[in-house]
């Protein structure tokens, strides 16, 4: 695998540290791969996370959102009282933990556990100010109500 140094970057730029923290985590970390998952686009700013944790109930299940990080994390609380003995164990039902970095503005609206997947629905909210908005463009009149005309040869 291989490994960018962007430390000759961070001299010249401001105010990019968490980009570059970002891409520094993901050369280290190995991806986990349990449990699966999909992203999806369900509206123009929203989004959803499905997660597969059959076997997994919401008592089992922690969906948690800071700074900027949504951990999900599910501990499987054995219960014995409704296992039976156990012949062939295929369905994992070990403990795991998933991070998603989201990005500025998106905000977490539910999760729901559904059939044995985990669906989080995911909404990008700009604040007002940060939408773009039109500017109008008037012409500058003198104390006459005419046009104020400047000389550009003086």
Known sequence: MMHFDLSPIYKSTIGFDRIFSLLDEANLEAAPTYPPYDIERTGEDEYRITMAVAGFSEDDINVELKEGTLTVTGDKQE???????????????????????????VQVTGAVLENGLLHIDLK??????????RIAVTTATGKNGKKKLTNKAA
Do not use: N, T, Y
């Open 124 to 133: 990008r909210e700009l604040p007002e100010a940060m939408k773009p908005r």
């Open 79 to 105: 219960r014995e009282s409704e296992r039976g003995e156990v012949l062939h164990q295929g369905i994992a039902a070990r403990a795991f933990e998933r991070r998603f970095q989201l990005a500025d503005f």
